[in-house]
């Protein structure tokens, strides 16, 4: 089976640094993904890990640790168009998602 | 290509009634998948196909649901007899060819049909 786990919500402000912790146990693993989602709007992609260890991609980061089960998504600077729902998915030819962040940016 | 298609972006059905949605993938992708998504919740995957085979379906995916993708592109995902509980928000996604075991498998989304059940 698969339990992926992420907290609910966070809050920040505007230009400050989040991070999102998602852990999982999953019977199949072929990578985790990362993908943000605007209420109503399809989740869009925003990063993948393999390896472990640290992928940076703008203001976005994500980092991977398989041994632990755990993964992290940080947001820099923040800007008010990244509040949004952020999705931990781990790939088995599938994904199985987590059941979201939802991050509130406020000025 | 603009694209992972959804059509309908809504739909409000009765109680017992058959709802058929189409999902139009983006072009040369081989794989697609269909996922369903309540309130508050993340996606929950339902079935997938590559090219025309459909390869697996979830448990969640009872007799009432069928889904088919005859000639290898768009697919389309029916409901019948549909129940209150059915109301979600219904996803597909596409992804391209796997180059070799181990590779990204980067799965692209539509915006959805959200289907509510009255």
């Known amino acids: 089976g698969q339990n992926i786990d992420q907290p609910t919500e966070m809050t920040a402000t505007e230009g400050a640094i989040v991070q999102i912790n998602c852990t999982y146990q999953t019977s199949g693993f072929n990578g985790l993904f990362w993908y943000q989602q605007h209420a109503g709007e399809a989740p869009t992609f925003l990063s993948y890990n393999v390896l472990d260890g640290l992928e940076e991609k703008g203001r976005f980061s994500s980092f991977l640790s398989r041994s632990k089960g755990y993964s992290y998504l940080l947001l820099k600077e923040l800007q008010m168009k990244d509040s949004a729902s952020y999705l931990c998915a781990v790939n088995d030819y599938k994904l199985s998602f987590g059941a979201g962040t939802t991050v509130t940016v406020r000025a | 290509d603009t694209g992972v298609s959804q059509n309908p972006r809504h739909k409000i059905t009765k109680r017992g009634q058959n709802v058929t949605f189409r999902c139009d993938p983006i072009s040369e992708h081989n794989r697609l998948y269909w996922y369903r998504q309540t309130l508050g919740q993340g996606p929950e995957f339902l079935t997938y196909?590559?090219?025309?085979?459909?390869?697996?379906k979830s448990r969640l995916l009872s007799d009432r649901f069928s889904a088919e993708r005859p000639k290898g592109s768009f697919s389309t995902l029916e409901i019948q007899r549909t129940e209150q509980g059915d109301s979600a928000m219904y996803l597909c996604?596409?992804?391209?060819?796997?180059?070799?075991?181990?590779?990204?498998?980067?799965?692209?989304f539509g915006a959805g049909t959200r289907l509510s059940v009255l």
């Open positions: 196909f590559q090219n025309e085979a459909q390869l697996e």
């Open positions: 996604a596409s992804s391209p060819p796997q180059e070799g075991k181990g590779a990204k498998n980067i799965q692209y």
